[in-house]
T-cell receptor
Framework: AQKITQTQPGMFVQEKEAVTLDCTYD???????LFWYKQPSSGEMIFLIYQGSYDQQNATEGRYSLNFQKARKSANLVISASHLGDSAMYFCAMREFYGNEKLTFGTGTRLTIIP | NAGVTQTPKFQVLKTGQSMTLQCAQDMNHNSMYWYRQDPGMGLRLIYYSASEGTTDKGEVPNGYNVSRLNKREFSLRLESAAPSQTSVYFC?????????????FGPGTRLTVL
């Protein structure tokens, strides 16, 4: 069974600092994908970054990078140089590639950037 | 290019009433999904449609039915609403069913059942 764990219900970070949001996962499928989504207070889900289980390098998208440690089954999101607009809920999600359409989400981390 | 649209944005129902949530996408995606989001929880999959003409149950299908009307539209029906169905409902779509593909989400429908 799939499972995503986000152990930080809330985080407060000073503006311009880097922040790491934790995500661990559990799956027996060798082929899977890991996603991070941002949900601002307006409610929409915004895709941030993706990491495939066979990708050799950590994914990066602008200020977002994914610290993928396959042996530890962790996929932490790193946001560099945070700004006020980064305040939002952040969800980690996983999808197995074969025979399962389910995108399983963690419970999220509420990030608040302090000016 | 509107992406994924959902109607209505807000709805209040009384217990036992029925309603249909509408979802449409204009990205020519094959797969469509319905999720619900409850406070303190991530999104949970209700139903999905890997392609036009097919639907399958997700994690929490009880109390819901779906219809994949055509490639663009995927509706979610509550036949007899219950307070436990108070939630925010998201529709999503993706290009293909298997492998990597980003899911694009609609803006959500906030449903309250009294």
């Amino acid at each position: 069974a799939q499972k995503i764990t986000q152990t930080q219900p809330g985080m407060f970070v000073q503006e311009k600092e880097a922040v790491t949001l934790d995500c661990t996962y559990d799956t027996s499928d060798p082929s899977y994908g890991l996603f991070w989504y941002k949900q601002p207070s307006s409610g929409e889900m915004i895709f941030l970054i993706y990491q495939g289980s066979y990708d050799q390098q950590n994914a990066t998208e602008g200020r977002y990078s994914l610290n993928f440690q396959k042996a530890r089954k962790s996929a932490n999101l790193v946001i560099s140089a945070s700004h006020l607009g980064d305040s939002a809920m952040y969800f980690c999600a996983m999808r197995e590639f074969y025979g399962n359409e389910k995108l399983t989400f963690g419970t999220g981390t509420r990030l608040t950037i302090i000016p | 290019n509107a992406g994924v649209t959902q109607t209505p944005k807000f709805q209040v129902l009384k217990t036992g009433q029925s309603m249909t949530l509408q979802c449409a996408q204009d990205m020519n995606h094959n797969s469509m999904y319905w999720y619900r989001q409850d406070p303190g929880m991530g999104l949970r999959l209700i139903y999905y449609s890997a392609s036009e003409g097919t639907t399958d149950k997700g994690e929490v299908p009880n109390g819901y039915n779906v219809s994949r009307l055509n490639k663009r539209e995927f509706s979610l029906r509550l036949e007899s609403a219950a307070p436990s169905q108070t939630s925010v409902y998201f529709c999503a779509s993706s290009e293909r069913a298997a492998g990597y593909n980003e899911q694009f989400f609609g803006p959500g429908t906030r449903l309250t059942v009294l």
